[in-house]
């Protein structure tokens, strides 16, 4: 089984995407801004936008757990 292109762990009211493969790291650097939040290296996301954030990324062909 292939590993997940992003781990994504919700917070609560924040959720962060871990960009774990080189496809998702690429991905990261053209849908999201640069000025984008982090924390411990993954990128912070309010919970409201997630949705869409996922949407797009399985859109693109990626994998999450």
Known sequence: ???????IG???????????SERAKE???E???YSALTFA???AVEA????P????LVGDGLTYC
Do not use: T
């Open 1 to 7: 089984m292939n590993e997940p292109d992003f781990e």
């Open 10 to 20: 919700n917070h609560g009211s924040v959720i962060l995407f871990d960009a774990k």
């Open 27 to 29: 991905w990261v650097a």
């Open 31 to 33: 849908h999201l801004p």
């Open 41 to 43: 290296g993954r990128y």
């Open 48 to 51: 409201r936008f997630a949705g």
């Open 53 to 56: 954030v996922i949407d797009g």
